[in-house]
């Protein structure tokens, strides 16, 4: 089972971006999935959570401007972001729980860098 996160860049204060992480392999059932970061020199936390029925949590910090969904078709987590500020730089990993051959075991992705500046 391998975990491919993707979209991140450069985006302005104020603008938006989506990434997305997609999983491959031999998979049976994907339980939550889940979208962490960590800025330079800081701890990695929790950006946001969904779970296989679709409900979600989001980490304190976010004031309501970042949206997670998942396509369970496509064993796909994505993480809309919208009003970025500079203090939202940071390699963004995503996290998913997944039954397979080998039983039920959460997998993370490789990071994909956000970086806001103007």
């Known amino acids: 089972v391998q975990l491919q996160a993707s979209g991140g860049g450069l985006v302005q204060p104020g603008g938006s971006l989506r990434i997305s992480c997609a999983a491959s392999?031999?998979?049976?059932?994907?339980?939550?999935m889940a979208w962490h970061r960590q800025a330079p020199g800081k701890r990695r936390e929790l950006v946001a959570m969904?779970?296989?029925?679709?409900?979600?949590h989001y980490g304190d910090s976010l004031k309501g401007r970042f949206t997670i969904s998942r396509d369970n078709a496509l064993n796909t987590v994505f993480l809309q972001m919208n009003s970025l500020e500079p203090e939202d730089t940071a390699v963004y990993y995503c996290?998913?729980?997944?039954?397979?051959?080998?039983?039920?075991?959460?997998?993370w992705g490789q990071g994909t860098l956000v970086t806001v500046s103007s």
């Open positions: 392999g031999r998979i049976d059932t994907i339980d939550n």
């Open positions: 996290k998913m729980s997944i039954k397979s051959g080998w039983g039920l075991r959460d997998y």
């Open positions: 969904i779970t296989s029925v679709g409900g979600t």
